[in-house]
């Protein structure tokens, strides 16, 4: 099977996937477009099985940005974001730039922006929101800082004023960081129970810890990457006595998936989900509906 052919299976499949919950489109919450530089370094990073990988992890969904917009596009994702995120102070605002420009020229994306631990953070997202940001990332695990740094104060006051959703990689998976895991997150949102707080991967792989949170706050949300996949589950599988928790937060969960550096077929990541056996509703909540209402989508059709 060539490229074109391959492409086609996924589309189809992903096509049947929709159709069997009545669904005319997806909306993935959880997807990366970075500055061409950045994104190569991100994918050696991978090739090389960093520290915070170790282990082998092909990047399905490799190509130039057109190419990849076009796979989403014929996944049938009507709408998703473009995850981005500084490793050190002083990149933070060139990358908010770079995203609010593609955005500008992607309409079926949601401008997503990021901030860093740093003295001009405030000032940053303050410039982010102006420019239209409608999502941000914050990943701690790459970052390295704590969310509770003083630093960070304002940023989290304008966010939480703003209503605007943050998707947090606060989880210790792949491998633990200095302040991931639950406790600096539930630190936060004593101070900031507004915040509008999406938990990647499921809070993956303290599941429980982190249903716990959103069971306690209503402004919680959990996205869904990588979760349930046989990638996932050989090394962090979700519990099965927490089902029930996850589909009793069933307006909450959000689809996610990380593409385009994700090491299985996208439509892996849709079936894992369909094997969690709870159910059409479920799923076009979270392959929908949810992330429709959160960013106040227009109806599609």
Not at 133 to 155: I, T
Not at 217 to 231: G, I, K, P, R
Request: with cysteine.
């Amino acid at each position: 099977m060539d490229q074109g052919e391959a492409a086609a299976a996924e589309f189809a499949e992903v096509a049947a996937f929709r159709d069997s919950l009545g669904l005319d489109a997806l909306v993935d919450v959880h997807t990366h477009f970075m500055p061409d530089r950045v994104m190569a370094k991100v994918w050696a990073y991978f090739d090389a099985a960093g520290p915070l990988v170790g282990r082998h992890w092909p990047i399905a969904y490799r190509a130039e940005e057109e190419r990849r917009l076009a796979t989403l596009r014929g996944f049938g994702v009507r709408a998703f974001t473009s995850m981005l995120y500084p490793h050190k102070p002083g990149m933070a605002r060139w990358l908010n730039d770079w995203s609010a420009d593609f955005a500008a020229r992607t309409p079926d994306c949601l401008h997503t922006a990021t901030f860093f631990a740093e003295p001009s953070a405030a000032d940053d997202v303050r410039r982010a929101l102006g420019q239209g940001a409608r999502v941000f990332k914050c990943h701690l695990q790459v970052g390295g800082y704590d969310p509770n740094d003083p630093l960070l104060d304002e940023v989290w006051g304008l966010l939480a004023d703003a209503g605007v959703p943050v998707v947090t990689h606060c989880g210790s998976g792949p491998v633990p960081g200095p302040f991931t895991g639950p406790g600096p997150i539930t630190a936060l949102l004593a101070r900031h129970p507004r915040l509008r707080l999406v938990v990647a991967h499921l809070g993956m792989p303290e599941y429980e810890d982190f249903l716990g949170l959103a069971e306690r706050h209503d402004s919680v949300h959990l996205d869904t990457t990588m979760a349930f996949t046989d990638f996932s589950e050989s090394a962090a599988p979700f519990p099965t006595r927490a089902l029930p928790r996850l589909a009793a937060l069933g307006d909450r969960i959000l689809l996610g998936t990380d593409f385009p550096n994700i090491p299985y077929p996208y439509p892996h990541a849709l079936r894992a989900l369909e094997r969690t056996g709870l159910g059409p509703t479920w799923l076009r909540a979270v392959c929908h509906d949810n992330a429709t209402a959160l960013f106040t989508l227009p109806p599609t059709g």
